[in-house]
């Protein structure tokens, strides 16, 4: 490792003042070296992939677990990392800036919030916004140049949701959120809708819609655009056609696995 925490974090918010940039999102240390290595610039982690890679389902890891994954992964790599933080494993919003702490503490260049209650359904707008507020209060304190992501997951259940969302993620920025966030928005101007909703505050879309391109995130004017589970899913989907043609007896699945030289060669590197 060549970079302080502190130069890391310098660089993350560096990336939020321009230009278009894929934040990938790795699930453990191996995977975040090798997007390290291929030449990526930032990096997000992923509840959902980290949950899977500890034989769990979303959200069913502790916040302890995640506060040990996020420092592993940020001791492992000269690149700033975006903490997937759920929704601050508390309800109440001191109890969100308690555990903001220490995320913080694990090196981290940014963190998102989500409005996701412990039901699985969404705070209310005015209760959400406290607890980003509360959020930021936190990071404010620490003296810590870190960014702080609002996050509202209402279009992943109702990709109709367009105009809730938007006020919320407005709300969020006035609250002192650094970037906003929306997953499950798809189309091209409802896109460009939720930039025009938050400028001139950086938008992070998740990439749902594969079909469209970094240039066409560009000219919509957003800022970063990650991938949260996908990657590991890919990962998985591989595997899990190889263990059922072992199941079959058969192993010609086993052909399409990366050379251990090419592995090797790019971990020796690391």
Same mark, same amino acid.
């Given at each position: 490792?060549?970079?302080? $925490? /502190? ?12 230009? &278009? ?15 390290? *290595? ?6 997000? !982690? ?17 916040? @302890? ?6 420092? %592993?992964? =940020?001791?492992?790599?000269?690149? #700033? ?10 309800? %109440?919003?001191?109890?969100?800036? &308690?555990?903001?702490? +220490? ?8 963190? !998102?919030? %989500? ?8 705070? @209310? ?18 003296? =810590? ?15 109709? =949701?367009?105009? #809730? ?8 920025? =006035?609250?002192?959120? @650094? ?5 499950? $928005? ?21 990439? *749902? ?29 591989? /595997?899990? &056609?190889?263990? +059922? ?26």
């Amino acid at each position: 490792m060549t970079k302080t $925490v /502190a130069e890391k974090r310098a660089a993350f918010r560096k990336l939020h003042e321009g230009g &278009t940039f894929i934040l990938p999102n790795p699930w453990d240390v191996g995977s975040a070296r090798m997007l390290e *290595i291929l030449g990526f610039a930032a990096l997000a !982690s992923t509840s959902s992939g980290y949950a899977w890679s500890r034989g769990r389902p979303d959200y069913a890891v502790s916040r @302890d677990d995640v506060l040990a994954h996020l420092t %592993e992964l =940020a001791a492992a790599v000269d690149l #700033p990392i975006n903490a997937d933080f759920e929704s601050g494993f508390a309800r %109440e919003p001191e109890d969100v800036a &308690t555990n903001i702490e +220490r995320a913080i503490a694990t090196g981290i260049a940014g963190l !998102s919030i %989500e409005d996701r209650d412990e039901k699985g359904g969404l705070y @209310d707008k005015s209760f959400a916004v406290e607890r980003i507020a509360a959020a930021r209060r936190a990071i404010d304190r620490s003296g =810590a140049d870190v960014l702080l992501v609002a996050r509202t997951e209402g279009l992943l259940s109702d990709r109709t =949701a367009l105009a #809730p969302a938007l006020d919320k993620l407005a709300a969020f920025a =006035a609250a002192g959120a @650094d970037v906003l966030y929306a997953p499950g $928005v798809t189309d091209k101007a409802d896109i460009a809708a939720l930039v025009r909703a938050v400028a001139p505050k950086p938008v992070n879309v998740l990439a *749902i819609n594969t079909e469209i391109t970094l240039d066409e995130y560009a000219q919509l004017g957003v800022r970063r655009i990650s991938v949260g589970g996908a990657l590991a899913r890919v990962a998985w989907a591989g /595997a899990l &056609t190889a263990m +059922r043609e072992l199941q079959q007896g058969r192993f010609q699945g086993l052909s399409a696995g990366a050379p251990s030289k090419t592995l090797n060669g790019m971990f020796s590197a690391s």
